[in-house]
Antibody
Framework: QVQLVQSGAEVKKPGASVKVSCKAS????????MHWVRQAPGQGLEWMGV????????TYAQKFQGRVTMTRDTSTSTVYMELSSLRSEDTAVYYC??????????????WGQGTLVTVSS | QSVLTQPPSVSAAPGQKVTISCSGS????????VSWYQQLPGTAPKLLIY???ERPSGIPDRFSGSKSGTSATLGITGLQTGDEAHYYC???????????FGGGTKLTVL
């Protein structure tokens, strides 16, 4: 069965970086685009960007340009999201999500369990 | 401020029907399919509706979706207490070249 398993919670200081992983199983890793979405406490969903696990190409939301880097490791079927220059407003749950059908963007049929990143001095 | 506009909250009694609107523009809802997600407290979002009106397997037919122009609607009939959750619409915005979501709607089953 399809599973997206994310790394555990992180606590970081302002100005630091965080790298969240999302390990995929149960499907052909390189056939599905993977997105990252975050949710601040008590807030809605916010799209961060997308990575093509096949070629590694990425597209990021304008808001995160220059601070976010999405990568993948095909040998372990894992995608990563690294966010730098962290500030308190980056405190959120970060989700990876698979796009159905192998297209660049459509609907998200599977989500990771989420990773809480807390930024605090 | 979210690109797609949803009412912050809706409520109805058990067994009743409720609709949740999602308003956008020609660059997002007006030109792309809309998906809907249910988020129970403390859990990841779950796909409810895709391609504006299709249900994934396992989603009861109490949930339905529709789209007209730059607005989409999620309908839930036969409300149950277990339906209490936040509901989000989402799509792609061609002008922004970004994924966009509504701000979410909290459903309360009274």
């Amino acid at each position: 069965q399809v599973q997206l398993v994310q790394s555990g919670a992180e606590v970081k200081k302002p100005g630091a970086s965080v790298k969240v992983s999302c390990k995929a199983s149960g499907f052909s890793f390189t056939s599905y685009y993977m997105h990252w979405v975050r949710q601040a406490p008590g807030q809605g969903l916010e799209w961060m960007g997308v990575i093509n696990p096949s070629g590694g190409g990425t597209t990021y939301a304008q808001k995160f340009q220059g601070r976010v880097t999405m990568t993948r490791d095909t040998s372990t079927s894992t995608v990563y999201m690294e966010l730098s220059s962290l500030r308190s407003e980056d405190t959120a749950v970060y989700y990876c999500a698979r796009v159905a059908g192998g297209s660049y963007y459509d609907y998200f049929d599977y989500w990771g369990q989420g990773t809480l990143v807390t930024v605090s001095s | 401020q979210s690109v797609l506009t949803q009412p912050p909250s809706v409520s109805a009694a058990p067994g009743q029907k409720v609709t949740i609107s999602c308003s956008g523009s020609s660059s997002n809802v007006g030109s792309n399919s809309v998906s809907w997600y249910q988020q129970l407290p403390g859990t990841a979002p779950k796909l409810l509706i895709y391609d504006s009106n299709e249900r994934p397997s396992g989603i009861p037919d109490r949930f339905s979706g529709s789209k007209s122009g730059t607005s989409a609607t999620l309908g839930i009939t036969g409300l149950q207490t277990g339906d209490e959750a936040h509901y989000y619409c989402g799509t792609w915005d061609r002008s922004l070249s970004e994924g966009v979501f509504g701000g979410g709607t909290k459903l309360t089953v009274l």
